[in-house]
């Protein structure tokens, strides 16, 4: 599986920005999906999460009413569409994929370690 993340860029505060991840190798319906964050002297964090089926999803609490986490399958593409972004919202942002295959009682969308593949990241800074 690989995974390209592009979109980011510079926003003002309060300002809304679509980050893509485009996965290839395998079928997106089987693959759980994530997206984290890395700001600057600061560890990796989760930001959202897709179950296999997309029936599920998860957020982190920072974020939770203003991203948003969708996939077109079409396109095998996953996105992370954020609004209403704030200064602390600035970091490097990665889309991450679970093994091809992995059911839901075996998806843990905010435990980094259980993800197998990673993208090479975004930078996405947000201007006060």
């Known amino acids: 599986v690989q995974l390209q993340a592009s979109g980011g860029g510079l926003v003002q505060a309060g300002g809304s920005l679509r980050l893509s991840c485009a996965v290839s190798?395998?079928?997106?319906?089987?693959?759980?999906m994530g997206w984290f964050r890395q700001a600057p002297g600061k560890e990796r964090e989760f930001v959202a999460g897709?179950?296999?089926?997309?029936?599920?999803?998860n957020y982190a609490d920072s974020v939770k009413g203003r991203f948003t986490i969708s996939r077109d399958g079409a396109k095998s593409t996953v996105y992370l569409q954020m609004n209403s972004l704030k200064p602390e919202d600035t970091a490097v942002y990665y889309c991450?994929?679970?093994?091809?295959?992995?059911?839901?009682?075996?998806?843990?969308?905010?435990?980094?370690?259980?993800?197998?593949?990673w993208g090479q990241g975004t930078l996405v800074t947000v201007s006060s």
């Open positions: 190798g395998r079928t997106l319906s089987s693959i759980p």
């Open positions: 897709m179950s296999r089926t997309a029936g599920s999803t």
């Open positions: 991450a994929a679970y093994k091809p295959g992995t059911i839901l009682s075996d998806w843990y969308p905010r435990n980094e370690a259980r993800y197998d593949y």
